[in-house]
């Protein structure tokens, strides 16, 4: 039903718009068109998108690979089309892709209190590792 794919230039106005309604949303860096393009022009396979048949644009997720580490970003489900499965697929085929790339480990940043999120994540195969925390500096 939902067609997964990489996103291109084309989708950074809709990524922009569901990421509005359907991110995970605290505190973060405002969305750019030039810093999503810029995702995209830097591996274009790191955003992968699901399309209705319509060409409705109504989930999202970011894997980064460095070469060194494997992390899940944007995991972003539009309401009208949650519990579906569609997060399922998404992750499903970000690790495959991960995995492939040579990741032996992924990771994920989730809200204190996204009780949505982690459990999507906990029924995953993810466990959240209390020993660690963020640390952050805002730069350029
Ligand atoms: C979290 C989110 C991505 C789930 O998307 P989805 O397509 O509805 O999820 P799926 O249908 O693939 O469900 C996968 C699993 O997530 C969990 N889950 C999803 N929605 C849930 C809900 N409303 N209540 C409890 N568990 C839920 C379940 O474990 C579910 O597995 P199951 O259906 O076998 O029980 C979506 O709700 C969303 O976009 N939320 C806002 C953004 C967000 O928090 N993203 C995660 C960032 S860490």
Redesign the pocket.
């Known amino acids: 039903m939902f067609e997964l794919r990489p996103a291109t230039a084309a989708d950074v106005d809709a990524l922009i718009a569901l990421w509005e309604v ?3 949303n605290d505190a973060r860096p405002t969305d750019s068109v030039a810093k999503v393009e810029a995702l995209i022009a830097r591996d274009p396979d790191a955003c992968t998108v699901a399309v209705t048949p319509e060409g409705r644009l109504v ?1 999202s997720l970011i894997s980064g690979w460095d070469g060194w580490r494997a992390h899940l970003y944007r ?4 309401p009208d ?9 998404l992750l499903t085929h970000a690790e495959e892709r991960l995995v492939a790339l040579g990741a032996s480990r992924i990771d ?4 204190e209190g ?4 982690q ?6 195969g993810y466990e959240s590792q209390s020993e660690w925390r963020r640390w952050v500096r805002p730069v350029g």
Do not use: C, F, T, Y
Request: aromatic share 4%.
């Open positions: 359907a991110a995970e989930g995991l972003a489900v539009h089309v949650r519990r579906q499965g569609l997060a399922r697929r994920a940043m989730v809200l996204n009780d949505l999120g459990s999507l994540w906990k029924s995953s």
